[in-house]
């Protein structure tokens, strides 16, 4: 199945990476800060900002770290699905973190609690107006991501809830500081001043592109094994599948699960020597990373159904220049 932006397909969801519009205009618009809420005195939202050091002293050191798109690497603790998160470490400080893990602790909410009692708890608010190094920024939310991801503001850092609609809890959280929020761009963005951008010199390289593969297994587990299904493990030649069919979206800029050149999943599949029981495909473009990638899938009927067969026991990702595609299979 496939998820794009509204402009390539009227039955999926607007996707969560693509620079949303930007405006160089707040003329007449209140700079006046949000609703904060208060800082966490414990809890994963309450490393950011922090040393690393701090992190490691309570958490240890990570699995292992992967490169980002962005100013920072993310340090992976995926010890166990349960308590899966991943923490953007820059210079040492911790800029922001992923939580998805159920028992992840991301005080003072929980993963799996109910959308309700966060919203009776949490002001959540259609524009978020800041200041940041001189410029004024506005993000302004749309209605389905006001109900889907909404923004709040944490002190002097945000945090972005990401809802399971099919579930009505919360499934994943992201928080990040000020500079991380801007690079990232979720929402349309309205601004007066200078555009913050990435400083990375990795963008998009293989390192980067090769930790996404990773991460969208490690949480494709965390979610399957939150639904009690069986874990699927990884398959270097669905990959290699995966891998080239993203790769021939972004050259030949389509969107599609047929490649005029390569054919349909069972074709790509059987060129690819994969042999196979069933095999079902998730793709996607433009996301920011894996964390958003996944629960776009999440959210969507038909990724969903695929995510979450109970009957694949493999899986395959390819990741290419913000393409995405997910090869499951079931093996005989």
């Not at 399957?224 to 874990?231: D, G, I, S």
Request: aromatic share 12%; hydrophobic share 30%.
């Amino acid at each position: 199945m496939n998820i794009s932006d509204k402009n390539k397909d009227s039955d999926a969801l607007v996707e969560d990476g693509k620079d949303p519009k930007i405006t160089d205009n707040m003329a007449g618009k209140s700079d006046s800060q949000n609703n904060s809420l208060p800082v966490p005195s414990k809890g994963l939202g309450s490393f950011i900002g922090s040393d690393a050091e701090k992190l490691v002293k309570e958490y240890g050191k990570p699995t292992r770290i992967d490169p980002s798109s962005y100013d920072y690497d993310w340090w992976i603790y995926n010890k166990k699905d349960t308590e899966y998160f991943q923490v953007g470490v820059q210079r040492n400080k911790v800029v922001t973190i992923f939580a998805i893990g159920e028992n992840a602790d991301i005080s003072p909410y929980k993963i799996g609690q109910e959308v309700g009692d966060i919203y009776t708890k949490t002001p959540i608010e259609t524009n978020i107006s800041f200041n940041y190094e001189g410029s004024s920024y506005r993000f302004e939310l749309s209605e389905d991501e006001m109900n889907n991801r909404p923004l709040v503001r944490i002190g002097d850092f945000y945090a972005q809830f990401y809802f399971d609609k099919f579930t009505g809890t919360l499934s994943s959280i992201r928080y990040m500081d000020a500079k991380t929020l801007l690079q990232l761009r979720p929402y349309e963005l309205v601004y007066r001043g200078e555009l913050v951008e990435t400083a990375s010199t990795v963008e998009d390289s293989e390192e980067v592109e090769k930790g996404s593969e990773k991460q969208i297994l490690d949480m494709t587990n965390v979610l399957r094994k939150r639904f009690n299904l069986k874990e699927v493990q990884w398959d270097e030649p669905t990959a290699k599948v995966a891998l080239g069919h993203s790769e021939d979206m972004y050259d030949t800029k389509s969107f599609s699960h047929t490649s005029e050149k390569y054919g349909d999943l069972a074709e790509r599949l059987k060129k690819g020597q994969v042999f196979y029981k069933a095999a079902g495909e998730n793709i996607a473009a433009g996301y920011t990373d894996a964390g958003a990638v996944i629960e776009g899938w999440l959210n969507s009927k038909g990724h969903r159904e695929c995510l979450l067969n109970k009957d694949f026991t493999y899986l395959g990702v390819g990741v290419y220049k913000k393409y995405y595609t997910q090869n499951f299979i079931e093996k005989w």
